[in-house]
């Protein structure tokens, strides 16, 4: 019981951080495009790359914590 418990915590903390990196990102993106519509698509990569990046952190934390507990 106390396992599961322990597992749960830890793979919501492991997904806690890059989601507020997703909301961060996202939230700065829509503020950037408010003030200059004209730079989307570099915006747009900036914000795909940051995207990959936390969610490949994301996907690594839960790996690592599979492994761990297995």
């Known amino acids: 019981m106390i396992r599961n418990l ?5 793979m919501f903390i492991s ?4 989601s507020i990196i997703i909301a961060t990102v996202g939230f700065a993106a829509v503020k950037a495009l408010g003030r200059n519509p004209a730079a989307a698509p570099k915006i ?4 795909m790359f940051a995207f990959l ?3 490949g ?3 690594i ?3 690592m914590v599979y492994n761990l507990f297995k």
């Open 44 to 47: 747009l990569v900036a914000l």
């Open 61 to 63: 934390a839960l790996i």
């Open 6 to 10: 322990t597992i749960a915590i830890i």
């Open 57 to 59: 952190i994301a996907v």
């Open 15 to 18: 997904t806690m951080g890059p």
């Open 53 to 55: 990046f936390a969610e």
